[in-house]
């Protein structure tokens, strides 16, 4: 079944994409990078991804996805060894943009498969299990770098990830008769600018949203990990604690197709905001390790249904045979966090420190839930 073998393929890159991030902190602390250099490490994973993701998503509405998940894969798979092979802080400001790059073309075309393999009654169920797949990645990921970092080193934690990613290409070619060649796909004479689908309220709420989720997420990402090392914990405690977060975001999303049938997807969403802001507050204040794993896990509560309702939200809004377009301008804006938000906030944290960092995302929160209490008001007109 198509949406099965989409699924899988999901769950298991997930881990090495998600562990990947997490290596990428831990690797360049141990090389001497401070907050402002960790920041701009994942401004340049972001930067060639911002620039080029819409483009895949029209390849992709052009001519279908197959392409994509081949080129994903083996781009993902091959640029994982490069940190490994040539260990130094300038081949791993090399790396980060093509690992970035690689990785974003297969997401693109995954989850516009698990939109257009879907009906609109599956879609949300479907939209829910694909972030199970990003929040199994979230647990297993930074665990796993964890162990294998404290046991082996950060190259052999590369090596790991890599072999993961090829492990995903072997698998999509045995399988790619599941994929459909040319699913959603629409010709190029009917086709209309990006400033088109930008116009459309739905989807412009939807860019937003995800924005503010992902400003939350690269925070949590990048300076989580700079704060418990900063408290003297090891790479191990620090994988669970990051880990916390995954679990937390796992399990929330099991109760997406429940609660947005009861409430609405705004309603989720701007609930899911309160609680991150209450958890981004606490942080500062938190030094035993146990605790922060349990803020870890709040915030994962609270981040963990932002990106597949905004993910849905946005593939529901584009026009028939833009779906993949619509879905690459939500991962513009995603990468465009990674571009602008670690340097900007890494400056912040180099000159007063990583709490006002935490705090500014709080407020960020706060404002992304009054955003989403307005999509209440419109959900229950349309009801």
């Known amino acids: 079944m198509a949406i099965a073998l989409v699924l899988l393929l999901s769950a298991v890159t997930f881990v090495s994409l998600k ?40 390849l992709a509405d052009r001519f279908g996805n197959r392409v994509l998940m081949y080129a994903g894969f083996t781009g993902f798979a091959c640029t ?52 199970l797949t990003d929040s199994t990645g979230n647990v297993a990921g930074p665990v796993l ?38 699913s959603g796909v629409v010709e190029e004479a009917k086709r209309g600018s990006m400033a088109d689908l930008l ?27 700079l704060y418990a090392r900063g408290l003297g914990l090891s790479a191990s405690e ?5 880990g916390a977060f995954g679990a937390a975001g796992f399990l929330v999303r099991l109760l997406i197709p429940p609660i947005t049938r009861r409430w609405g997807e705004h309603a989720m969403i701007a609930g899911a905001f309160v609680i991150a802001c209450g958890a981004y507050v606490a942080i500062p204040f938190t030094v035993n390790p146990w605790l922060l794993g349990a803020a870890s896990f709040v915030v ?52 007063v420190g990583l709490a006002p960092v935490f705090w500014t995302c709080a407020a960020l929160m706060s404002g992304g839930a009054v955003l989403n209490r307005k999509g209440i008001s419109r959900e229950r007109r349309e009801s």
């Open 199 to 225: 116009r459309l309220p739905a989807l412009r709420n939807a860019l937003i949203t995800n924005g503010i989720v992902m400003t939350g997420i690269d925070l949590y990402n990048v300076y989580m990990p």
């Open 300 to 351: 994962g509560l609270g981040m963990g249904c932002g990106q597949p309702l905004s993910m849905l939200l946005s593939f529901n809004a584009a026009p028939p045979g833009r779906s993949a377009e619509a879905i690459a301008m939500r991962m513009a804006v995603s990468y465009g966090a990674h571009v602008v938000i670690p340097p900007v906030f890494g400056a912040l944290g180099a000159v």
């Open 238 to 242: 620090i994988g669970l604690i990051v």
């Open 19 to 58: 562990g990947g991030r997490v290596l990428m902190t831990l690797y360049a602390i141990e090389l001497g990078a401070g907050p402002l250099a960790t920041g701009l490490l994942f401004a340049a994973y972001g930067l060639i991804p911002f620039l080029f993701v819409v483009s895949a998503g029209r």
């Open 145 to 182: 770098v964890g162990f294998v970092i404290d046991g082996f080193g950060h190259g052999s934690a590369y090596y790991t990830l890599a072999a993961i990613a090829a492990a995903c290409l072997a698998v999509f070619h045995f399988g790619r008769s599941e994929i459909p060649a040319r």
């Open 80 to 131: 994982l060894t490069l940190p490994a092979l040539f260990p130094s802080l300038t081949m791993l400001f090399v790396a980060s943009p093509l690992i970035g790059f690689t990785s974003m073309i297969f997401i693109v075309a995954l989850q516009n498969l698990v939109g257009v393999l879907s009906s609109p009654a599956t879609r949300t169920r479907n939209y829910s299990y694909y972030a």
